[in-house]
Each structure stands twice: as structure tokens, then as C-alpha cells.
């Protein structure tokens, strides 16, 4: 029989992931909330990975190394933001430290290979989160030092639900501390329990909006209903922790299926004129069943919650052309999900 306490929850979600998920425990002792950063294991990495750039520069710069590397991928982090950093390393002294390694859509070798099976994935729990305070989050994702997801669990045993996780995130996490800023470290904020999870990829106190990642009740159907089905785990949510977030699978997300979207739009500028501005959105991939219509999946889901039919509609048209191309490429090669 499940346990109902929360806490029961999230240590499933941890087991299944350093068992079965390819994960290994992260430490407290380790994080700098100051820099949102996990600085030993982004060294750790670097020097294992990249050993005789590591000893370049330990040459160069001695006992400042550290120090010097950590300025500097800061400062990438803050201009570029992490998703880049991930992909395309960042400049130190002319040189460049990867700071990930991922699997090539088509073909390997031996050596790719290798340095793929040597990114450190880590979970980490009760994560302080905001620089000036002791408040905590249940779970943080990393990659090699560098988080990329935040995780607020709750259970319906405690009176509580995803819609508690979500209110969590809108009212008690500031978009503005290191970790949660947009595409500057966090890419992706979950809110779960052990029937639905939703995502978002940008905290905006009030304004954030929530999107569902769920499976639909009745997966691989036309219309396949909202929530989840039941799941040999006892979890309705079991798939996102076992196969979604199976070392493979999450890497390859990161590696070629999530992205940064950008548009030009003209706004008033205030003075009766227009000026023309940036609009960014970082685009996580979302699973309707593959061959199934998004939009027919969600609508059940749409009318429970009729208060955001508009917002949700259109935000699902405005990632809608994205979605498509990156559904039809994620079944093509990860049908485990299904």
C-alpha cells in the first residue's frame, strides 16, 4: 500500500531515479545559492572530461583557476543563458570547456560515446532557492553541475495536490533569484503529483501559466482524455520518472528537442510611435500520444478549467507548428514513452 505523505512521494521519485534513472544523489553542501550552481561538479567534469585543457589552464592561472572559471561561466550563463552553455560550451582565455556531451542524431563513435556516459546527472533535495532566505524547493535537476529543472512534489494522501505545487511556484518562488530567472539556469518547472504533473518554462509570480504533461487517460486514442492512466508502479505519474527522465531520454531532450524561440514584434513604445522588441520563448517538448490530435486530447482538460480556455488555446496555437515537428521526431525515436 502507498504511503500518503509527501515526503513518502518524493523519496520514490528519488529512488526510481538513482536506481533505475541513471541519477546520482546531489549535496546540499555543494550548492551555491548565490550563483544557482553546483561549482564542484562543474569542475569535477570539466576535469575528468577534458583533462588536458584542464591542465592548460591550471598552468596558466594555478590556484585562481576556479575562481577565474566560475566568473566566467557566470557571465556566459547571464548573456547566452544555459541551454546554449550546454550545447556549445562556454570561451575561457580562447579556449572552450564543454560543459555536456550529447549522443549525435545519427551515429557515434567509440570516444562520443564515452564522453556521453561521463555527463552527471544529479537530484538533489530541499534545494535553498532564493539568496536572501532559508526557503527551500523539494526537488532540482542538474546536468553537470549546472541546474536544469525544478520539481515541487505533493500528495493527495496530505490534502494537497499539483494545483498547491503550482500556487507554489506563482506566489512563494521569485522569477528574479538565479535559479528561477529565465534560460539563465532552470529551463523547466514541474508541478506534480502522483496522478498529473504540469510544466512551465518561465516564472512570472501571477502572470505564469502552467501547461499539462500528461499522457491523457487513454494514451494512443484519438481523443485520449485528460490526467493519466494507471502505471505498474502505482503512480499514475510513474512514466515521467521512470522514462521520461531516464538518463538517455532527458539528455536527448536537452540536447535536441528543447529550444530557444525568438520573435521580433512592434509594441507601442509610449510616445505614440512603435519600436520593434525581442519576445523569447523556451519551447520544452509536451507528449499527446503519437498520431492522436493535441487539441482533441485537451479538451476535456479545457473544460474543467473553462477560467483559462482563452489563455491556454492560445498558447497552444502560438507553439503549435514547434510541437508538431518535435512530437513527430521524439516518436520517431524515443516510442518508449508510449
Not at 592561472?61 to 548573456?79: C, D, F, I, N, Q
Not at 553537470?144 to 506563482?170: M, Y
Amino acid at each position: 500500500m502507498l504511503q500518503t505523505n509527501e515526503r513518502a512521494f518524493e523519496t520514490y521519485v528519488e529512488e526510481i531515479l538513482l536506481t533505475r534513472g541513471g541519477w546520482t544523489s546531489g549535496s546540499n553542501a555543494e550548492w551555491d545559492k548565490e550563483r544557482a550552481l553546483f561549482p564542484a561538479q562543474v569542475f569535477a567534469f570539466l576535469q575528468d572530461t577534458q583533462p588536458k585543457l584542464w591542465a592548460e589552464m591550471k598552468a596558466l592561472h594555478a590556484a585562481g583557476l576556479e575562481a577565474l572559471l566560475l566568473s566566467t561561466l557566470v557571465k556566459e550563463l547571464e548573456a547566452d543563458g544555459s541551454l546554449h552553455v550546454l550545447r556549445h560550451g562556454f570561451k575561457f582565455y580562447g579556449k572552450t570547456f564543454r560543459l555536456a556531451y550529447f549522443k549525435p542524431a545519427h551515429g557515434a563513435n567509440c570516444e562520443v560515446l564515452a564522453l556521453f556516459g561521463k555527463n552527471r546527472l544529479t537530484v538533489t533535495r530541499q534545494v535553498p532557492c532564493h539568496p536572501g532566505d532559508n526557503r527551500t524547493l523539494d526537488m532540482v535537476l542538474a546536468v553537470n553541475g549546472l541546474p536544469v529543472a525544478t520539481i515541487e512534489l505533493k500528495n493527495p494522501g496530505t490534502g494537497q495536490n499539483w494545483r498547491h505545487a503550482v500556487r507554489q511556484f506563482k506566489e512563494n518562488r521569485d522569477p528574479r533569484a538565479p535559479l528561477f530567472e529565465f534560460k539563465k539556469r532552470a529551463l523547466v518547472h514541474f508541478a506534480a503529483d502522483p496522478d498529473e504533473i504540469h510544466m512551465t518554462t518561465r516564472l512570472g509570480g501571477e502572470r505564469t501559466f502552467f501547461l499539462p504533461f500528461n499522457r491523457g487517460s487513454h494514451p494512443g486514442q484519438i481523443v485520449c482524455g485528460a490526467g493519466n492512466p494507471q502505471h505498474d508502479s502505482g503512480y499514475r505519474t510513474g512514466y515521467f520518472w521512470e522514462d521520461v527522465l531516464q538518463f538517455d531520454s532527458f539528455l536527448d531532450i536537452l540536447g535536441h528537442f528543447m529550444f530557444l524561440e525568438k520573435k521580433e514584434e512592434k509594441v507601442d513604445d509610449g510616445r505614440g510611435g512603435h519600436r520593434w522588441v525581442t519576445k523569447e520563448k523556451m519551447i520544452f517538448p509536451r507528449y499527446p500520444p503519437a498520431g492522436g490530435r493535441a487539441r482533441g486530447g485537451e479538451k476535456p482538460h479545457r473544460r474543467r478549467h473553462r477560467q483559462s480556455e482563452g489563455r491556454e488555446s492560445a498558447i497552444v496555437r502560438d507553439h503549435q507548428g514547434a510541437q508538431r515537428a518535435l512530437r513527430h521526431e521524439f516518436y520517431r525515436r524515443r516510442p518508449l514513452l508510449l
